[in-house]
């Protein structure tokens, strides 16, 4: 058995990008920019005012100031600012010309006459400068970026409402299982409901990636050869849970064989998941992860992810935590590295969870994360740092 880290590096090894094409930037969630985004503009594109005020020449602060124009938002000053002059301005308008300071509304008073005073003695610019976010031909957003919510007003901000992204894979899932019914049925006295697919798709669905169901096929080499054959027809990655231990229903190494799809690995020493199996032919990638509900989603986060985001352009870069034990954690066996589903209290401290292992898929529901348990070690003292990811 391979060590974990040679698992991900077999697999990653094997990505390539599918290519690219354009979507509209609403559409771009999850997806990783195949080209810079530039600024058509200067930003601000021209000296604007922050306050509600009055925009005049700092040097006129002491005196009463006679108000020649008023500027709303979204309009354009017709007249420059002599001595003793001053605009009324809004947020967002543009500073006439001859005024370096918009001093605020609440610090003035208007005389009889009409005219304003300041009544303080200081005030700031409170004028945003043109081109102090941003100069026309910037680069606003990387290529290689992966777009989230916090990226789409830059791409509004700039008009690139259509952007060149890398194509996404589009990824099968199997389940696999004599005993296993789908959510909407009540299981007989032998049967459990599948719940891996589900996990799966909702997973994916995350990553905005396409995803097609095959459905549950049954243990015999037959119906799980055909529902392969079904994916890799429909599917660039393909997911498939259960079947993969060296039990006697297991079929899948074989029926891989059988489709030339040639197997660079199969178990890995980590828990859980060590019956993780993984092939490749010129166009498809196939991963077989064990039945167990918390060993497909370890193995869905930690080794399938970074394929797809590799495929996707983008080197997988999910940070892992620097946090402090809240208690000693103690294991039997240490032959691999394991992931332990743990909670982080507001203190930032780790701390362990009612978990029954790899069958206990309810417990990542209250889970805020993973820590790493490297291979080799048994034990964990109070205070002493781990790696956490986050779920
Ligand atoms: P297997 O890897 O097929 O030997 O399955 C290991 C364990 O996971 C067994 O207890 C299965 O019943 C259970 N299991 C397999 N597939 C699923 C699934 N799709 N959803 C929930 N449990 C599953
Ligand atoms: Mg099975």
Known sequence: ??????????????????????VDFQQSLGRVLAQDIRSDMDMPPFDKSTMDGYACKSEDLPNHLEIIEIIPAGHFPKKEIGKNQCAKIMTGAPVPLGADTVIMVEHTEILSDGKIRFTKEKSKPNISKRAEDVHFGDIVLAKGTRISAKHIPVFAGVGATKIEVFKRPTVAVIST??????????????????????????????????????????????????????????????????????????????????????????????????????GTSDKKWFFGVPGNPVSAFVQFEFLIKPLIFKIMGRNYDEKYLRLPLGEDFVRREASRKSFEPIIINSEGYVHRIPYNGSAHINALSYADGFMVFEKGITQLSKNQLVDVRQI
């Open 177 to 278: 299982g004599d005993e296993l019914v789908e959510p909407n049925i009540q299981p007989n006295n032998s049967q459990i409901r599948n719940t891996n697919a589900y996990q799966l798709l909702a997973a994916l669905a995350e990553l905005n990636i396409e995803t097609n169901y095959i459905g549950i096929a049954k243990d015999t080499k037959q119906c799980t050869s055909d529902f392969i054959l079904k994916a890799l027809q429909s599917a660039d990655i393909i997911l498939l849970s259960g079947a993969v231990s060296k039990g006697d229903y297991d079929f899948v190494p074989e029926v891989l064989k059988d489709f030339g799809i040639e197997i660079l690995f199969h178990g890995i020493q980590v828990k859980p998941g060590q019956h993780t199996i993984f």
């Open 1 to 22: 058995m391979i060590s974990f880290e040679e698992a991900i590096s077999r697999v990653t090894q094997t990505a390539r990008v599918l290519g690219t094409e354009s």
